[in-house]
């Protein structure tokens, strides 16, 4: 298929050092299981998902696993509040629960399957000032955690701090490296993560362990305790997607204070501007941008779509008087892509 007009991503790498913002792209290309079209879908065709627990997905008019487990988490506290004797909110909310880890469980992959890819994916990394992951996956956690073991003059860091409670009022102090670590890379998400926990009354946590290959079975652990349900914002429409940002202290910072403050320079991999992310792109129009790099999956049926929907979302987005360079570069020129 014809690229012309497509940069290839060392020829314009060195003006984009600031910031890098990653979609399900960019999990895909690092494994093919992350190629489906939403957890809820994947749940119903493994028939996780069926009867009343279905309808309660349909009665939010959301396919957001968090938001439903937490109305029914709250109808199940309210009910011993007000001593109702009922088993089925405590039913559906389990079902919920364990069809959301089974999904899961079924799509990603472990640490072993993924350990390959990593060093190069990391190494792309470490050239930013900040990362943005739209994934709810443990890809870029396990890579930052492999950055960190492997080379110690650039330090990963996702501002969570001492007993692992996210540092809302000071994130830009952690931009300050931390001997021997000669720069800082601050990694966020958007979106939330799997690895980011909320009790019943919103007290949000991340789930860690010292080991990679531990870590999913220690999320499912924390998940089956019920002491904690996800935050991450698996799908929904724009609305959906504000109001579930606005749920968590995390997520609200990262949206009201991060993207609007993460440099000049945005490269963008494997995100393709849909319109139920118009939310980011607004986000982003907060800031300072001046260019705009983003990736172009050639082998992709819509991809001159893909640029189509860039450049109308930078026009209407951003003040023409401050409106960044837009260019695209071909997916497949990064380092960490399949056969670089």
Known sequence: MPTTGLKHWSDIKASFNHCLLLGNGASIEMDGRFDYKNLLDKAKTERLITGRVKTAFDHFHTTD???VLKMLWHAESLNKVLRVKETKTR???RKVRDALVETIRLIHPEYCDIEPRLGPFSKFLKRFDTVLSLNYDLILYWARMLANE?????????CFGSGGHFRSDDWRRARKPIHPAKRSTL???P???IVIASDIDGNEKKIAVNTS???LCQIQHEWETEGYVPVFVSEGHIEQKRSAIYRS???????????ADVGVSLAVYGWSFRDEDDHIVEALSRGRLKRIAVSIHTNSQDWRTTQKRARAKVKEYFPARRRPDLIFFDSASVPFAEGQ
């Not at 609200?252 to 204070?257: F, G, K, L, R």
């Open 213 to 215: 290959d531990n870590l």
């Open 187 to 189: 990694v966020f998400y």
């Open 65 to 67: 696993f968090e938001y």
């Open 150 to 158: 492997q080379d110690t003059s650039v330090s990963f860091k996702d």
């Open 191 to 193: 979106h939330g993560n």
């Open 91 to 93: 039913t559906a909310y």
């Open 249 to 259: 202290n995390y997520l609200a910072t990262v949206y009201d204070d991060v993207l």
